[in-house]
């Protein structure tokens, strides 16, 4: 599992240009079935060979990261942008960054002001647009390599924690990716449904692929895989779910009531660590997009709990990853026979 999050975490993907994401999960795919990308950029495997009569089953979770968009390359080659997605401000000035051109990536670093300079205009965290990007280039060259509307990747490199802890840019939501790609390895063979395992683009930007491959594909019943809170030492705890507690099965007028009761009695009854998500309204994720989609698709969400969310050190314990895996594939085997 921890190799299966290093190999997915480590392409760029920022919302809207997913492309290198979507190949390097096509590649981990292929050897379960047939492979598609979908027009919006995201990437299809069909893994069961059930009869073509049998409930589609999808299995989903959104594979952009959030990052930043170029706005504009002033004369003195700095970078203005604008968030691509809800990064956290905090985590910007002095913040490591790719910068995805045609040509190529080129690296560069936030800049800010030093506190040495700083008045009480701009002290505090700094919004995106008030930074820039210093990529070490004049503003000729500057000009020629970058255009508006390039997106920018922030640095993150992969680092293994203590126990099964890992930390690395993008496991919102590349961990929930991967464990769409376990549950679909689980369910491999299975005959009593067709599975559709959907690795979907834009969810940080308002869940278009989401909808468009809902609609597509026009599932009887979807699993959304996404992270959430976990706790931290200065948290919310009713907010927040536990690391290495298992999968957070949402609980929202949003879901099916009924699949959120039966997920949490297979992980009772199949011994798999798990704990609740109580949400009173939408949930903030794809899965808002999928239950009312094409005629309505009774929809569940897990959610994987991750620190730090939305800055380039988030962490999640591969178990955690693991467990979410196993209880969507117990479940799937529980609802239908061969």
């Not at 051109?101 to 205009?121: C, F, K, M, N, Q």
């Not at 959610?303 to 050190?313: A, D, E, F, K, N």
């Not at 591969?318 to 239908?336: M, Q």
Request: with cysteine; charged share 20%; aromatic share 4%.
């Amino acid at each position: 599992m921890i190799e299966l999050l290093r190999a997915l975490c480590a392409p760029a993907g920022v919302s809207g240009d997913e492309r290198a994401a979507a190949e390097a999960a096509a590649e981990i795919l292929r050897p379960l079935g047939e492979v598609s990308f979908t027009p919006l950029g995201g990437v299809a495997c069909r893994v069961s060979s059930a009869a073509a009569d049998a409930p589609l089953v999808l299995l989903t979770a959104h594979l952009d990261e959030i990052g930043l968009m170029v706005i504009r390359v002033t004369r003195d080659g700095f970078l203005k942008a604008a968030p691509c997605g809800g990064a956290d401000r905090r985590s910007l000035a002095g913040a490591r960054v790719t910068v995805h051109t045609e040509s190529g990536p080129v690296p560069g670093v936030v800049g800010s002001v030093p506190p040495h300079l700083a008045d009480e205009t701009n002290k505090g965290y700094p919004k995106a647009e008030d930074l820039w990007i210093d990529l070490g280039l004049s503003g000729e060259e500057a000009a020629r390599l970058v255009s508006p509307g390039d997106r920018i990747s922030f640095g993150g490199a992969f680092r293994r924690l203590l126990g099964d802890r890992v930390s690395m840019k993008a496991l919102d939501n590349r961990a929930g990716c991967a464990a769409v790609i376990r549950a679909a390895q689980l369910l491999s063979g299975f005959c009593g449904a067709r599975i559709a395992a959907a690795l979907v683009t834009q969810e940080e930007t308002g869940s278009a692929g989401a909808a468009a491959d809902t609609f597509s594909l026009r599932p009887d019943r979807a699993y959304v895989v996404d992270v959430s809170m976990a706790q931290t030492p200065d948290d919310k705890p009713e907010l927040c779910g536990k690391m290495g507690g298992g999968p957070m099965v949402g609980v929202s007028p949003w879901l099916s009531r009924a699949l959120s009761r039966s997920l949490i009695e297979t992980a009772e009854r199949d011994g798999i660590p798990c704990q609740t998500e109580i949400m009173s309204g939408r949930t903030g994720t794809d899965a808002d997009h999928i239950a009312p989609a094409a005629g309505g698709v009774p929809t569940a969400l897990i959610s994987i709990p991750l620190r730090y969310m939305h800055t380039p050190v988030e962490i999640v314990s591969a178990a955690d990853v693991e467990n979410t895996a196993r209880l969507i594939a117990a479940h799937v085997r529980r609802d239908f026979s061969c």
